[in-house]
């Protein structure tokens, strides 16, 4: 997850006083045990377009018991895992959710929840913040008409806008999700002020990761264009928050390549605080998919994250979580865990490769079947990332005209 409300206010302060806040070093704060994005079903009752499980609404065999869980969580805690978050499928189909819930918070484990949204009425509103949850996040992939032809289920926008007022009113700490291609990028304004009007405190924009439905769907992905002016309105938006003192959080998630597009835009801006800014960034580090996000799913697979379901790394009902995690027998997860990680074409030879981490790599193996090339929904062009334009390209498709990349392929999932 990049938080571009976060750097922002930094460059914010650094302009008010006259100095920026003292930078930090690479990897410090960086939790012990990584984030956990747990799939508790794959069960849903929905079947949207762009859904990396492929769910649908029936059981599901085989997946883990309310114990099962319970014996993971334990391990969990032993590892230091900063935050768990629930997801599905649609999580509120397990009848044991808020027991599981309840076991995270005998466990001292902060929680999310990541759901449809279309489950909750105001008895399980209720449920949902007497649980505990630090934060609930309900994806919209554009107003009525376009979500519910997304959701494939009318009526679907209508319930999920009324379950963020409904947390929203209970105090609970919420997120709106979207995931923009070019069927629904003319709804993208229209969200971010639906954000501030409901009182929403969280936008988070996603980026297409090729998985599941998002993988089937992804000639209908927007272009790189659309990308970057989606992600400059972003900054637009945060930049405007602050500056007005609004208690406002913006993030993007699945394209590193933010990053340095955000670097690139305070320094057209604010050139003097582009250098500290930049070792802001390079701490952060990009890409965490194997080394600060996990991901297990409804059978007890761990993942090196969500997208990457046709990978797996052990079961934690044969081995504990912590034991599969630092394994790097896997040549993959030795690979995500190497610093630099050994990516080739433009990542590379990128000059920001050092703030990115290479992108993401589930995308550049599913067009070309190798986890190191470089990652086609880049969106910098070849100048901003020092890259030679006139090359033999090493893969299909690193010709001057790439794929475009556009979307999440899981809206429900949260990161």
Not at 31 to 42: A, D, E, H
Not at 89 to 99: C, I, S, T, V
Not at 205 to 215: E, K, P, Q, T, V
Request: aromatic share 8%; net charge neutral; with cysteine.
């Amino acid at each position: 997850m990049f938080r571009i409300s976060q750097y922002l206010r930094e460059v914010h302060e650094a302009e008010r006083v006259g100095r920026y806040p003292t930078p930090a070093r690479r990897g410090s704060g960086t939790p012990p045990g990584p984030v956990v994005i747990w799939n508790l079903t794959r069960r849903c009752n929905l079947t949207c377009r762009h859904c990396y499980a492929l769910s649908a609404d029936h059981a599901y065999p085989g997946e883990l018991s309310t114990d099962e869980i319970a014996t993971v969580m334990d391990d969990l805690r032993t590892f230091r895992v900063p935050f768990l978050i629930l997801s599905g499928g649609e999580p509120l189909l397990r009848p044991d959710l808020f027991e599981i819930a309840a076991h995270a918070r005998a466990r001292g484990l902060r929680m999310g929840l990541s759901t449809n949204g279309t489950r909750i009425d105001e008895a399980v509103a209720d449920r949902i913040a007497q649980a505990g949850f630090d934060y609930v996040g309900i994806s919209l992939d554009g107003l009525a008409a376009t979500h519910d032809r997304f959701r494939r289920q009318e009526g679907a926008f209508a319930a999920s806008l009324q379950a963020l007022r409904w947390l929203r009113d209970r105090d609970v700490k919420l997120g709106l999700r979207y995931t923009m291609t070019a069927q629904n990028a003319h709804d993208f304004p229209a969200l971010l002020a639906l954000m501030r009007d409901e009182g929403i405190e969280k936008f988070y924009f996603s980026h297409l990761n090729y998985a599941g439905r998002g993988n089937i769907h992804r000639g209908d992905d927007a272009h790189f264009s659309a990308t970057r002016e989606a992600v400059t309105r972003l900054f637009e938006a945060a930049w405007s928050a602050v500056e007005a003192g609004r208690d406002e959080e913006y993030v993007t998630g699945n394209n590193d390549a933010d990053g340095p597009f955000l670097l690139d835009w305070v320094a057209a801006r604010w050139p003097q605080w582009a250098a500290p800014l930049r070792e802001r960034l390079v701490a952060w580090g990009g890409n965490a998919s194997g080394l600060h996000v996990a991901n297990i799913d409804n059978l007890g697979q761990v993942h090196p994250d969500t997208m990457w379901w046709h990978h797996d790394l052990g079961d934690v009902r044969k081995r504990p979580f912590s034991s599969i995690w630092t394994d790097v027998s896997d040549p993959l997860m030795a690979g995500l865990k190497q610093q630099p990680r050994p990516v080739q074409g433009r990542c590379g030879a990128c000059r920001h490769l050092d703030i990115c981490g290479g992108n993401t790599r589930v995308r550049a193996h599913q067009l070309t079947g190798d986890w190191w090339a470089e990652d086609p929904g880049c969106h910098l062009l070849d100048e901003e990332v020092g890259w030679q334009t006139e090359r033999v390209p090493l893969r299909p498709f690193t010709s001057a005209k790439r794929v475009p990349v556009m979307m999440e392929s899981k809206s429900c999932e949260a990161n």
